[in-house]
């Protein structure tokens, strides 16, 4: 198995890593990155815990190649707070507890991130569906759906004062 090097910015930095052809992307931040927020859980793309924001999509990295990341743009949990703080979504989760064992908490926050920027004012349906492709296992939905509500609460909040 040949080793490739991929070139990529990772949470808003260019980054280098040297992968086996056939290195899932996931496998690539947690393993060659020590970036352990983004889980690994079905590796089949059907959990979600696993998303990350390529190029301003939401995507599972479980069913990427890392190769394919060549020159993209990727955030991952570890990329939503800044020096300030916690980001609204982050905070939101917390808050409303939109959270209970955290394992699918990094992937529900990704998911939440880019979805509030598809769709900034979300109804509880819309939430549900847009959330659709990340699962919990212990049901945390009521409160995962009341931080999403949240979070384009203080977003709409924050985007005015600017």
Known sequence: MSKQTVSFRLNGEPVEVS?????LLVHALRESLSL??????CETSH????????D????????????????????????????EGLHAVQA???????????????????????????NPCPTEEEVRWGLS????????YQNIVKAVMTASENLKAVSTVK
């Open 19 to 23: 992968v086996d052809s056939r290195t």
């Open 36 to 41: 352990t927020g983004t889980h690994i859980g």
């Open 47 to 54: 959990c979600g815990v696993c998303t990350v924001d390529l």
């Open 56 to 83: 301003g999509e939401s995507v599972k990295s479980c069913t990427l190649l890392a190769v394919q990341a060549q020159g993209k743009d990727i955030t991952t949990v570890e990329g939503l707070a800044d020096a």
């Open 92 to 118: 939101a989760f917390i808050e409303e507890h939109g959270l209970q064992c955290g394992f699918c908490t990094p992937g529900m926050l990704m998911r939440t991130y880019r979805f509030l920027q598809e």
């Open 133 to 140: 492709g990340n699962l919990c296992r212990c049901t945390g």
